[in-house]
């Protein structure tokens, strides 16, 4: 076998892909990232893929693939649009997917494929502390200002700040992005959530809105309210919950405002089987 094998990330070409990739896949499962020097959403993935092929220390391999250098082994694959990422396992493709997603989701996409790893390093993984909303904003600065030639890092740095909760600077730097990235799913996303944010400007806290309901189970802008803090504090199955309500026993309240708070919604959640589920509920109580 390659000796390159023998680090957790490594080049694929057309030379390599037999041992390096199909047979060494027998015993660990290979990740084969397609990337090009020129794709944005790979400069933001790679670094990822990297870390975990790193942090998971030959659980798998990560083998990169330049498309530019191998069109003939991405043309194989079928390859049409970068980053693309194929789990190759046992000698065969085992799953795969497209675009660059968050490291939350790639965990989740490892988890289905990759043994956890024994003894103390799995535990220290396990046990180790996810990446705070402030820690990605200093992390993503820095790396802006080390490379201010890379837009989507403000993209990231825009949804960092949403998430710590910096609404203003968070519209800001959304503003600011190219027109290529404006349009982007999560600025997209971002920008509804945003909207949804300013909804809560001046308005009462959690707590609040929660004994408001409880008081007055027909105080509908409490539900309203509170079904936008539940959505935006990692709740959003509660926060429709409140919006369905609504729906049911106050639908023309404020102009039709539940309904308008479920559609925002299934704009900011990229969970689709969550929204599926709840827009069907919507669809139920309308027609």
């Known amino acids: 076998m390659n000796a390159a094998v023998t680090s957790p990330i490594f080049d694929v070409d057309q030379e390599n892909f037999e041992t390096d990739v199909l047979q060494a896949s027998l015993k660990t499962p290979v990740l084969v990232d397609f990337w090009a020097t020129w794709c944005g959403p790979c400069k933001t993935l790679g670094p990822m893929l ?13 083998g ?3 498309v530019d250098k191998n069109q003939e082994l991405a043309g194989v694959f ?39 790893l024994e003894g103390d390093l799995a535990d220290d993984i396990e046990d180790a502390a996810p990446e705070s909303p402030e820690q990605a904003i ?13 837009p989507e890092l403000k993209l990231d740095l825009a949804v960092a700040l949403a998430q710590a909760g910096q609404a ?9 992005l190219p027109a290529n990235l404006a349009t982007d799913t999560r600025a997209v996303r971002l920008r509804s959530q945003l909207d949804l944010a300013h909804s809560l400007e001046g308005t009462p806290a959690l707590d609040v ?22 959505l935006l504090g990692n709740d959003p199955g509660a926060g429709m919950e409140h919006w369905l309500l609504m729906l049911e026993k106050a639908r023309d309240w404020n102009d039709g405002q539940a309904k308008k ?20 509920r919507m669809t139920s109580l309308l027609f």
């Open 50 to 62: 990297e870390k975990l092929a790193t942090e998971y220390n030959g659980a798998f391999r990560l």
């Open 64 to 66: 990169k693939v330049d």
């Open 78 to 116: 079928g390859i049409r649009s970068i980053p693309t990422v194929m789990l190759v396992k046992d000698g065969q493709i085992a799953d795969g997917f497209a675009g660059a997603l968050p490291e939350g989701q790639l965990r989740e996409f490892l988890s289905r494929h990759v043994q956890p």
């Open 138 to 150: 200093n992390r993503l600065q820095q790396a802006i200002a080390a490379d201010a030639d890379r």
């Open 168 to 176: 203003s600077a968070a519209e800001a730097e959304l503003n600011a």
């Open 209 to 230: 809105l929660q004994q408001r309901v409880q008081a007055n189970p027909q105080d509908w802008e409490a539900h309203d309210l509170l079904g936008v803090r539940l």
């Open 261 to 280: 708070r479920l559609l925002a919604a299934f704009n900011t959640l990229d969970d689709a089987e969550l929204v599926g589920r709840y827009r069907r």
